[in-house]
């Protein structure tokens, strides 16, 4: 051995330094079938590690990000449904690169006519047209969104010269914005708000004005002012237009902000109000009280809500002035129908004790909102909490309104309502609780992604709404177990094997079936990856250690990717490159199982094995059996003459060279033989095949003859040399009588009938067929009809 030693290393000294070196460029694939499912991404697919990302998955030692502050002042006409607007923009210059110009987001250019979102919207390949699509078409004959009455100026009041590209406007600096530096400008401009629930959208304006309706509004304002694009140190400029689907990439900052609203509406807002004395005493009371209370309390009551309602005020306003540090975006809404109410939420935290969890809502969300609302943030920051870092902001508000689900800081916008019938009977389905506890937990759940954990929406959508997805729902399954949850493994299935399907990883506005791809199917991902490959405490640690690694910074892919392998010690290239980078589905079947037992030395044994299992394998033939049935004596029976010592032996008779031979064999067996030959558990080989082509850990469930049973949980390594087709082997003392596999349905194994061995009866149950559908009776449908005597028909009584 020790010679074999010393050749091997003089080999690898003999074959040179390239021996020792790695790979940095793609690796070729092995000629002939074999698929490497492990091969390592480094050097391949993701990008290099660099100063500002390092090879960890955390900010390298020269991470910068820019920083942009804004004050803004905007009036909302109530009449008009418009914003009149006025900022000041602070952009600080953190980047190495001298920056000619700046690029800012007009994201509600896509209610333009003319706007690539709109030019490139299709339809469903049918003939009809629906209401809401009608309607959405008048109204666009009608009105138009978008910015208007752009002015925008510099530090020293010259205009600065501009162009709009789309949903993007670029603004042509004076002068190259060196690192370091920072530059002012000021953009005033004014935008009608849309009509939400007729052109759709993630803010807009809600008016109560059909029959027995008070006629009040509710507005919501969001991608309301131009907002700075993202300058990166991996892509620059981020410059994708807005096409409807991929959402906001934005730079942290601190916003002064004052709103003017009419006298009598309350606002919800993004930061925390400066000008508390725009309160009544006794709900600047109610408000302090709040911050303690176990139960949520009303600061405007029901009942002065309703008062406002019967009687606007038709004149008048009021500014309210909100402050927010470390943002990277800014929304509001403002109502008079709007019930407040409120609770604190204590967390372990020095900056922010108390988080005053609040919900702003009018009486037709009423009692849904009540109960559910503000206990639902309280609920997702306890959860959100244990999974990252203390909610790093002074509110969490839910506001309801005609936005379905949106989030922004502070403040998220959503939907659902109980419904009154034509009785004026209110009631509520158990979708809408769900759905409303459901969609609170999400919005708020994206406080912290990706309004804090900053990725980029428009390019990885399943970086917030993914891992925010797979957040929700273990925080539902810690409201009510039996909770209906997106990222149970079983629910993915029919998404996996579809042929409209396109990987993780592809960019936002690519995306097909966008809801499974983006939400489903990335938050399954890691439910699996949590319970079944990693376990909750390597899991947990890891998502913990890059949701703080990456708090208040820009990360991407491959910086989760990275942290979660390097805080947990595990290799998971072939989870991400299955999951992430494929379309390929979760289909493992057990294929054989094969009992190996060894050949036991002493020859009357032997033998005795030997003829019971070709007695299995062989069974009488049925001429033979037939035969003796019918009571037909053969010639050896009848005539003992022709009997002789071959028919009083077999093949399996022991003949005494054998049992020579087995006397010698144990005398000249050497001490390991003998012991190995004393073995006499049972061998089982498992044969599984990798039907989807998604490699996975297997779950093997034994059940042995005794009754008891077993789980055995293989590695996913399982598959490196072969991600096809491998055999395994399991040593039991036990007698096995049938195996499964994914018992319990925790990998999203698509195929389950061929998860068993001995193969199983599928069972189905299934109600009559339908009677066959009546021909069409143009009589019968006109009301008429005749009598036994005469084709005369008459109208039907």
């Not at 004050?71 to 009149?84: A, F």
């Not at 005053?356 to 206990?375: N, Q, V």
């Not at 916008?413 to 409303?436: C, M, S």
Request: glycine letters at 6%; one cysteine or more; hydrophobic letters at 35%.
């Amino acid at each position: 051995m020790r010679v074999l030693g010393v050749l091997a290393v003089a080999m690898a000294i003999l074959a040179g330094p390239v021996a020792a070196q790695v790979s940095q460029g793609p690796v070729q694939q092995t000629v002939g079938t074999f698929d490497d499912k492990f091969r390592q991404f480094e050097g391949e697919d993701w990008p290099t590690p660099t100063d500002y990302r390092n090879a960890s998955g955390a900010p390298g030692h020269r991470y910068w990000q820019q920083q942009v502050d804004y004050d803004i002042e905007v009036t909302l006409d109530e009449g008009r449904r418009t914003l009149t607007a006025t900022e000041t923009i602070t952009y600080q210059n953190n980047s190495p690169d001298g920056l000619n110009y700046l690029w800012l987001l007009l994201d509600q250019q896509n209610y333009r006519r003319a706007s690539l979102a709109e030019r490139s919207r299709t339809v469903g390949n049918t003939t009809t047209l629906s209401v809401p699509e009608v309607l959405r078409i008048q109204h666009f004959q009608e009105w138009e969104g978008g910015f208007n009455d752009l002015v925008i100026t510099g530090a020293d009041g010259r205009a600065l010269p501009f162009r709009i590209t789309d949903s993007l406007l670029r603004i042509d600096l004076p002068q190259t914005l060196q690192s370091g530096q920072s530059v002012s400008f000021t953009i005033a401009f004014t935008l009608p708000l849309p009509e939400t629930n007729v052109v759709g959208g993630r803010s807009g304006y809600e008016c109560f004005t059909d029959p027995g309706e008070d006629g009040n509004c509710i507005f919501l304002a969001a991608q309301w002012f131009p907002r700075l694009a993202v300058y990166s140190d991996y892509e620059g400029w981020h410059t994708a237009q807005f096409l409807g689907s991929g959402e906001f990439t934005l730079e942290f900052g601190d916003y002064n902000v004052s709103i003017t609203a009419p006298a009598d509406h309350q606002v919800s807002s993004t930061g925390a109000l400066q000008n508390p004395e725009i309160l009544t005493a006794e709900q600047r009371a109610r408000l302090e009280h709040a911050r303690t209370a176990d139960e949520p309390v009303y600061i405007v009551t029901p009942a002065e809500a309703e008062a406002a309602e019967q009687n606007p005020a038709r004149s008048g306003t009021r500014t309210w002035q909100f402050a927010a540090e470390n943002v990277r975006d800014f929304a509001f809404a403002s109502s008079r129908k709007f019930v407040w109410d409120a609770m604190g939420v204590e967390q372990d935290s020095t900056e922010h004790p108390i988080v005053m969890a609040m919900s702003f809502y009018p009486k037709e969300a009423r009692p849904l909102w009540d109960a559910y609302s503000t206990k639902s943030i309280a609920h997702t920051i306890d959860v959100y909490n244990d999974f990252s870092f203390p909610y790093p902001y002074p509110t969490a508000q839910s506001v309801n309104g005609p936005v379905g689900g949106m989030e922004y800081p502070m403040i998220t916008f959503n939907g659902p309502r109980p419904v009154v019938d034509d009785q004026g009977r209110i009631t509520y389905t158990e979708r809408a609780k769900n759905g409303l506890i459901g969609v609170v937990i999400h919005e708020v759940g994206h406080i912290y992604f990706p309004m804090v954990v900053n990725s980029d929406e428009r390019q990885w959508t399943w970086m917030d709404e993914g891992l925010n997805s797979f957040l929700q729902y273990i925080a539902q399954k810690q409201w009510d177990p039996d909770f209906p949850s997106r990222g149970e493994p079983r629910d993915i299935v029919e998404y996996m094997v579809s042929t409209d399907q396109v990987p993780i990883m592809t960019q936002s506005d690519s995306i097909l079936q966008f809801g499974n791809n983006a939400y489903g199917k990335p938050a399954t991902a890691l439910v699996i990856l949590r319970e079944t490959v990693m376990g909750r405490e390597l899991f947990d640690r890891a998502f913990r250690e890059y949701a703080q690694r990456w708090a208040f910074k820009r990360p991407t892919p491959y910086d989760f990717f990275r942290t979660m392998e390097e805080s947990s010690g595990m290799d998971l290239d072939w989870f991400w490159r299955g999951w992430f980078y494929s379309t390929d589905h979760v289909d493992i079947a057990l294929e054989n199982v094969v009992r190996v037992e060894l050949e036991p030395l002493d020859p009357e044994a032997r033998a005795r094995a030997a003829r019971d299992r070709f007695e299995r394998e062989q069974p009488t033939p049925v001429a033979v059996t037939a035969n003796e049935e019918e009571g037909i004596r053969t010639v050896i029976e009848r005539d003992s003459g022709v009997r002789d010592y071959y028919n009083e032996t077999d093949q399996f008779t022991v003949t005494a060279s054998q049992r020579r031979e087995a006397t010698r064999a144990r005398e000249r067996a050497s001490p390991e033989r003998r012991q190995a030959q004393g073995f006499d558990d049972n061998v089982y080989r498992f044969t599984f095949a990798n039907e989807g082509g998604l490699v996975m850990p297997v779950i093997l469930e034994l059940t042995y003859s005794d009754g008891s049973e077993e789980i055995v949980r293989i590695p996913a390594e399982v598959w490196r040399r072969n991600s096809q087709r491998v055999t395994w082997q399991h040593v039991s003392d036990k007698t096995l009588v049938s195996a499964e596999l994914d018992p319990l349905l925790e990998t999203a194994d698509a195929d389950l009938t061929d998860n068993t061995f001995p193969r199983g009866i599928t069972r189905a149950t299934t109600p009559l067929s339908p009677d066959g559908p009546q021909g069409t009776n143009r009589m019968r449908d006109d009301d008429r009809q005749v009598t036994r005597d005469s084709l005369q028909t008459r109208p039907v009584n």
